[in-house]
Every structure is written in structure tokens, then in C-alpha cells.
């Protein structure tokens, strides 16, 4: 076997072959030095790549799930209002009940979904009744999926259109969250006292 690096002492070639393979020898090595690939610089830009990538990736994961919920503030001054109306929509497994002081509506949901058409019939009529009012207290159950929950508070923030309104209908924006398990513990203690 040849060499590529050595010319073999012992073999004589005619002088135009030797001269060829010489030059042959010659661009094959100046072609391996110059070929070098600078892997350092590669690996910098690879490096600050990754950090602003995953920097941007949590910064817009972090906006997708955000709710937008208004969080009371305590106060050490009790709140003055005119009445005690309290608007309150608990979302069950099979069904949906609004209640408004003594009144109670129950929606039944419609192939395992919250029928949000009647759900926002009933609450443009107590818009209507009161247009002031903004405050409304969402109480879900334990194993109600996330996306029936989002559906429901985005119910209760707007309406959609209706043949006889432009526009989407602001209805109650200030939306506090609770379970329903909790409420049912202190009716049942305040009963049983």
C-alpha cells in the first residue's frame, strides 16, 4: 500500500508521473488545511440561540395561560351597598344553576356541554334588571374539565351578538371563583346549628 504522505524510496517512477502524483499529493494536502471548520464560534451562537429561545418560549407560554380575574382587596371598612343582591352561577356535571337571591334557574347542558346560548338569555335578562351590576360568583365542582370552565366565564363576561346588537354585550365582567363542595359545608353546618 502507497502513502500518501511519503514517496516510497525504492519504486522509481518515469520522471511526468512522479511529477503528477507529487502535485496530486500536494493539492490534497493544502485542500485538508484549509478546510478547517471553527467549531468554537459555532458553539457561542448555538448557546446564546438556545437561552434566547427558551427565554421567548416561557415568556409566551406564560401569556397563553393567564386568567384574567379580578382578585378582591381586603379592606378593614365594610362595603356600603343599597341592597344585597348576589348573583351567583354554579357549574355542576350535568347542568348549570343561576341564582339570584331566592330565585334559581337550572340549564341543563346539551350533548355533555354547557349551553351557553341559554345561559346568556338568562343573563341579559338580569342585566337588563340591573344594569349597574358587574359582580357575579362562579362555583364549579371538583371534576369540571378547564374548558367548560373557560366557557362559562367567557359567558358571563360577554354575550354574543344578537340579531338586534351590533356588538358583543358587556354583561358581568368582575367574576370571583369558589367550589361548590365549600358552600355546601357551611350551609349544611348553618343548618345544623
Do not use: W
Amino acid at each position: 500500500m502507497t502513502s500518501l504522505f511519503q514517496a516510497e524510496p525504492d519504486f522509481e517512477e518515469p520522471e511526468c508521473r512522479r511529477s503528477r502524483r507529487s502535485r496530486r499529493l500536494k493539492r490534497k494536502l493544502k485542500g485538508r488545511a484549509d478546510g478547517e471548520l471553527n467549531i468554537v464560534s459555532m458553539i457561542d451562537v448555538f448557546a446564546v440561540l438556545v437561552f434566547f429561545l427558551l427565554v421567548g418560549s416561557s415568556i409566551s407560554a406564560s401569556k397563553l395561560h393567564t386568567l384574567n380575574l379580578t382578585i378582591p382587596v381586603a379592606s378593614s371598612t365594610p362595603v356600603k351597598t343599597d341592597d344585597d343582591f348576589h348573583l351567583a352561577v354554579s357549574l355542576y356535571k350535568d347542568n348549570v344553576v343561576v341564582t339570584q337571591g331566592e330565585k334559581e334557574t337550572r340549564l341543563a347542558h346539551v350533548n355533555g356541554v354547557v349551553d351557553t346560548a341559554s345561559l346568556a338569555k338568562v343573563l341579559r335578562l338580569i342585566k337588563s334588571e340591573r344594569p349597574d351590576e358587574e359582580r357575579v360568583s362562579l362555583l364549579v365542582e371538583d371534576s369540571i374539565p378547564y374548558g367548560q370552565i373557560i366557557r362559562v366565564m367567557d359567558s358571563l363576561r360577554t354575550a354574543a351578538p344578537s340579531s338586534n346588537i351590533d356588538g358583543a354585550e358587556k354583561l358581568f365582567p368582575a367574576i370571583s371563583m369558589g367550589d361548590i363542595s365549600l358552600q355546601s359545608l357551611d350551609v349544611n353546618d348553618a343548618g345544623g346549628k
